[in-house]
């Protein structure tokens, strides 16, 4: 059936947890486009049969004109499923990029097709130069903030001698605790290096 | 002085005007609202002005030995408006990333970005889009397609509007509160009959209500959203 292969290519990204990226799936996508170029070929095939018919292309209504629109139809159908997963995958790989930063772990940047690669890291130059202008780090205060200091466990060894915003500064060895500035200790958070330590 | 004696509304009056209050008024709005508003340019710029004299007050503080309470309160509250400003600008530029095309081939919304919102969207000429989403979208899905129909803004060459740019969904309910009372409202959305009654707003009073009807309103500044 026309237009099956596309539309399993959108459910399997539908039925993905939400915000949760599945593996690009190439196969199916390369068999998309090429339906696509199946369906102009016929389109084009049928419209060259009516022309030599001597019909007008524009105004006949017979079984070859049905058949092209079907065949046109199908392609736009295609078409509108390949943007829709492109589209939507490129929200939440932007959505990555909020959450984690511009550093992917590897089991995210495997799910992730080639071009996809090259689009995270363009969005994140072109996210980062948003920012310089403005001269504030949108990536930090991610959620309201309670109270200005947090006492956070570091997760791995993160290493001596690293710099604060008050211009002290700390050794982070491996399951330390410490009492941070929220924003400090946020990038490290984000990054999976500390945790923060409630109650 | 009588400063002592205002009467309740004029000191609440009084504290919704200051430029936190403001900008958190502005954070609201842009947050429930589906489509991108209005740039608060000259907010942001008063309240960035305020953060660095906070931030040189904070530090004065700590360096001549004030009392580390005040210190930390003084420190609370310019985080917390850290927080906002960072907020509202990130919720912005999800949005414009979001609705890229959308905003970028229409003037009404475009000219609602700040200079740095829309260097960061480049929009070069109306038609033709340049920044990486359209490119992605163009090397991944387009540039494969058979050549009627590799537009980004329409499905194929016979379409007559641009029916391939995702919109933002006007037709979202929302919670507001007018800040005054509102009459005439035309509602968008339910029975077809009912569409001819005019609705009413109070003062003060929460509303749930489709966005699209009071989208004017929110724009001009006659009700926040919650």
């Known amino acids: ?199 | 002085m009588d400063s002592g004696s205002l009467p309740m509304d004029d000191y609440e009056s009084l504290i919704s005007t200051t430029d936190v209050e403001l900008l958190k008024t502005a954070w609201r709005n842009e947050k429930a609202a589906p489509e991108i508003l209005r740039y608060e340019i000259d907010l942001i710029q008063r309240i960035r002005g305020q953060i660095q004299l906070m931030e040189e007050t904070v530090d004065e503080f700590s360096a001549g030995g004030t009392d580390p309470l005040t210190v930390s309160l003084y420190q609370m509250d310019l985080d917390r408006t850290q927080f906002l400003l960072r907020s509202y600008l990130r919720i912005r530029i999800q949005k414009i990333e979001k609705y890229m095309f959308h905003i970028a081939k229409t003037d009404e919304l475009w000219n609602r970005l700040s200079k740095e919102e829309k260097t960061f969207a480049r929009r070069k000429g109306i038609s033709s889009f340049n920044n990486d989403l359209s490119q992605h979208l163009e090397e991944s899905v387009l540039s494969k397609l058979p050549e009627n129909y590799q537009s980004i803004q329409k499905q194929s060459v016979i379409s007559e509007e641009d029916d391939m740019v995702p919109e933002p969904q006007l037709e979202t309910f929302v919670v507001c509160r007018s800040k005054e009372y509102l009459t005439g409202i035309q509602l968008e959305d339910g029975p077809v009959d009912d569409r001819s009654k005019l609705f009413e707003m109070e003062r003060g009073v929460l509303y749930f209500i489709c966005y699209k009807s009071i989208k004017a309103l929110v724009e001009s500044g006659k009700i926040d959203l919650l």
């Not at chain 1, 492109?86 to 590897?106: F, Q, T």
Request: charged residues 30%; contains cysteine; hydrophobic residues 40%.
């Open chain 1, 1 to 199: 059936m026309y237009g099956r292969r596309a539309t399993q290519l959108v459910k399997e990204f539908a039925s993905a947890e939400k915000g949760q990226l599945t593996a690009f799936n190439s196969d199916q996508f390369e068999q998309v486009i090429a339906e696509c170029s199946q369906h102009h070929l016929e389109l084009q095939s049928l419209i060259r049969k009516m022309q030599e018919e001597g019909l007008d292309v524009q105004t006949t209504r017979n079984a070859d004109h049905y058949g092209a629109l079907i065949h046109h139809l199908s392609l736009v159908r295609n078409k509108r499923c390949l943007m829709a997963y492109m589209y939507n995958r490129a929200e939440i790989i932007r959505s990555l990029l909020w959450k984690i930063g511009p550093v992917l772990p590897l089991e995210i940047e495997e799910k992730l097709c080639h071009l996809e690669e090259e689009y995270f890291k363009k969005h994140s130059t072109a996210l980062k130069s948003y920012m310089s202008k403005l001269e504030l780090d949108l990536t930090v205060d991610m959620v309201p903030p309670k109270d200005p200091y947090i006492q956070v466990r570091v997760l791995d060894d993160i290493g001596e001698g690293i710099v604060l915003s008050d211009d002290k500064t700390a050794n982070f060895a491996r399951h330390s605790m410490h009492f941070l500035k929220r924003t400090d200790a946020e990038q490290f958070i984000s990054r999976g290096l500390m945790e923060e330590l409630t109650g």
